[in-house]
């Protein structure tokens, strides 16, 4: 599956954006998959930022984020968000999200080590 990540952009510190993640080419597959997003910002290794599982029902967020990024799924439409809020110019990084299939539709996972697909980035920047 491939994925396309979208939704980046400059912003201000204490703004919001919203992140969304898709697989046009291959409709209705996402929904068999949990969704990782991650970052990297220059310099610096890759980190999870939030994860859902494939049924919508478990997630993780990374301690930084925790309280100010929201990642939902909408099966319907194949696609999964990440709403980030209260923006800072700590969150600068390429975004990528990434989808894989775990032991049940109830797992989610947090390390990009266990992500077998990946898309492109899209970059956020927060201006101080």
């Known amino acids: 599956v491939q994925l396309q990540a979208s939704g980046g952009g400059l912003v201000q510190a204490g703004g919001s954006l919203r992140l969304t993640c898709a697989a046009p080419r291959f409709p209705l597959e996402l929904d068999y998959y949990a969704i990782g997003w991650f970052r990297q910002a220059p310099g610096k290794e890759r980190e999870g930022v939030s994860a859902i599982s494939a049924n919508g029902g478990h997630t993780y967020y990374a301690d930084s984020v925790k309280g100010r990024f929201t990642i939902s799924r909408d099966n319907v439409k194949d696609t999964v968000y990440l709403q980030m809020n209260s923006l800072k110019p700590e969150d600068t990084a390429v975004y990528y999200c990434?989808?894989?299939?775990?032991?049940?539709?109830?797992?989610?996972?947090?390390?990009?080590?266990?992500?077998?697909?990946w898309g492109r980035g899209t970059l956020v920047t927060v201006s101080s």
């Open positions: 990434a989808a894989d299939i775990f032991g049940g539709d109830d797992v989610v996972e947090a390390s990009p080590a266990e992500y077998g697909f």
